[in-house]
T-cell receptor, first 117, second 114 residues
Framework: GAVVSQHPSRVICKSGTSVKIECRSLDFQATTMFWYRQFPKKSLMLMATSNEGSKATYEQGVEKDKFLINHASLTLSTLTVTSAHPEDSSFYIC?????????????FGQGTRLTVV | AQTVTQSQPEMSVQEAETVTLSCTYDTSENNYYLFWYKQPPSRQMILVIRQEAYKQQNATENRFSVNFQKAAKSFSLKISDSQLGDTAMYFCALLTSGTYKYIFGTGTRLKVLA
């Protein structure tokens, strides 16, 4: 089956620093990856769509300068939270879609819990 | 605007019993897909079942089945013979072929009681 690996699973960083989260498709190529944010006991909110070799498309209200997304290869997308603040603390989840596939199924990483202190 | 509504924040069911989780949605698209995802305490999102809007037949996956009412824009999930491992958060999701963006409902927390 398709596996998406997200790293790290947990990270604690100091306020004002930056933290990078990686999302890798381990056994398939993904031209499109998605980044979500999930607040406690809430739903997943799409932050941005990451396309390999091009700029990410951000959802309304998401600061692109704060949440930097890079999709440099067909198997890796990264989300960098810059100048993190406590309000950025959340659970971040990525998902990936098969390259060139008509399949509608997205495969999810295991998520990253970010705590900014 | 596309929306997904899950009106049951929490539900519980006795082991081996049947439970139905509700979901309604709204979209102006004709070509779309509906999903139920399960998020156990590990937080890993797992696909439970998928339904293509153009198919009239309700999807079934072992103990999981859906009741897809296209005109009513309703997409409920039935879990038969509930097991303790079914305890999780369940999200209903809508995907339109135009945007390929998932819209998630707010989730239903299901607890299966021994």
């Amino acid at each position: 089956g398709a596996v998406v690996s997200q790293h790290p699973s947990r990270v604690i960083c100091k306020s004002g620093t930056s933290v990078k989260i990686e999302c890798r498709s381990l056994d398939f190529q993904a031209t499109t990856m998605f980044w979500y944010r999930q607040f406690p006991k809430k739903s997943l909110m799409l932050m941005a769509t990451s396309n390999e070799g091009s700029k990410a498309t951000y959802e309304q209200g998401v600061e692109k300068d704060k949440f930097l997304i890079n999709h440099a290869s067909l198997t890796l997308s990264t989300l960098t939270v810059t100048s993190a603040h406590p309000e950025d603390s959340s659970f971040y989840i990525c998902s990936a879609k098969y390259r060139g596939s008509r399949s509608t199924e997205a495969f999810f990483g295991q998520g990253t819990r970010l705590t900014v202190v | 605007a596309q929306t997904v509504t899950q009106s049951q924040p929490e539900m519980s069911v006795q082991e081996a019993e049947t439970v139905t989780l509700s979901c309604t949605y709204d979209t102006s698209e004709n070509n779309y897909y509906l999903f139920w995802y399960k998020q156990p305490p590990s937080r890993q999102m797992i696909l439970v079942i998928r339904q293509e809007a153009y198919k009239q037949q309700n999807a079934t996956e072992n103990r999981f089945s859906v009741n897809f009412q296209k005109a009513a824009k309703s997409f409920s999930l039935k879990i038969s013979d509930s097991q303790l491992g079914d305890t999780a958060m369940y999200f209903c999701a809508l995907l339109t072929s135009g945007t390929y963006k998932y819209i998630f409902g707010t989730g239903t927390r299901l607890k299966v009681l021994a």
